[in-house]
C-alpha cells in the first residue's frame, strides 16, 4: 500500500515538473511589422503666376497733392503766358484718378525745395520760364512775343525734394495768326503752344506717379 502512494506521489511530481517546463517554454508570438505601402500625401496644386501689378485709382480724399508753383527768369515774359502752361498742366493733372494740384504762385527754386522739404506726402512741381536766348535781359528782344520760349519743369518729391522728373519744352507764346492772348492748341512753327506745353508736363509728371504707384517686390 505504502508502495504504491509512493509510486503516484512520484508520478505526480513528474507530471508537475513537466507542465512546468512546457509553460516556461512558451514564447509570445511577435506582430510582423505592416509591409503595406505608406499612404501617399494628397497633391496639391500648383500655384498660380502672380499677375502684373496694377496701379488702383486712390479715393478722393488720399489723392496724392501736387503744389504748381512757377517763376519767370525774366519779366519780358509775358504772365499770361506763363499762367496758361500752368493751368494747363494743372488742369490735366487734376482730371486724373489719383493725383490733384493745388495753387503754389511764384517760387524760386529754393522757395520750391523747402516747400517740398516742408511737406509729409504733397509734391511740389516747379515751372521756370526763360527765353532760348543767351541773355534774359528784355532790351535785346525787340519782339519778345515771337521769341522762342522755355519752359522748365521740375517734380520735387516730399520730404527729401528729390528730383523725381524734369525737361525743358520749347514753346512759343503765340500761333502765327494772332496776337490777342496765349495760343490754345495751335502751333507757332514748329514750337508747341502754352497749351500744348502744359498737356505735355503733365503727362510726364502723371506717368512718373503711377509708376511710383505700383506695389513693391
Not at 526763360?130 to 517734380?155: G, R, T
Not at 518729391?157 to 490777342?180: C, H, L, M, N, W
Request: a neutral charge.
Amino acid at each position: 500500500m505504502r508502495s504504491a502512494l509512493a509510486v503516484c506521489v512520484v508520478l505526480l511530481l513528474a507530471w508537475q515538473s513537466t507542465t512546468m517546463a512546457a509553460q516556461s517554454g512558451r514564447r509570445i508570438p511577435r506582430t510582423r511589422p505592416s509591409t503595406s505601402p505608406p499612404a501617399s500625401e494628397p497633391a496639391t496644386a500648383p500655384s498660380a503666376a502672380p499677375e502684373a501689378p496694377v496701379p488702383v485709382p486712390t479715393p478722393d480724399g488720399e489723392k496724392i497733392e501736387i503744389l504748381a508753383a512757377q517763376y519767370r527768369a525774366s519779366f519780358g515774359i509775358r504772365q499770361d503766358v506763363c499762367d496758361a502752361v500752368v493751368a494747363a498742366c494743372a488742369r490735366e493733372i487734376g482730371e486724373s484718378s489719383f493725383a490733384t494740384t493745388m495753387p503754389g504762385g511764384e517760387l524760386s527754386r529754393k522757395a520750391a525745395i523747402d516747400k517740398a522739404k516742408a511737406s509729409t506726402n504733397g509734391y511740389v512741381l516747379w515751372f521756370e520760364f526763360s527765353f532760348d536766348i543767351d541773355s534774359n535781359d528784355p532790351a535785346a528782344l525787340p519782339n519778345s512775343d515771337n521769341s522762342l520760349l522755355v519752359a522748365h519743369y521740375v517734380l520735387f518729391e516730399p520730404v527729401t525734394a528729390k528730383v523725381r522728373t524734369q525737361a525743358r519744352i520749347y514753346f512759343r507764346s503765340y500761333d502765327g495768326y494772332s496776337s490777342r492772348g496765349p495760343t490754345i492748341g495751335a502751333r507757332g512753327g514748329q514750337a508747341l503752344s502754352p497749351t500744348e506745353t502744359g498737356l505735355k508736363a503733365a503727362a510726364a509728371v502723371l506717368d512718373t506717379l503711377e509708376r511710383d504707384l505700383l506695389p513693391r517686390r
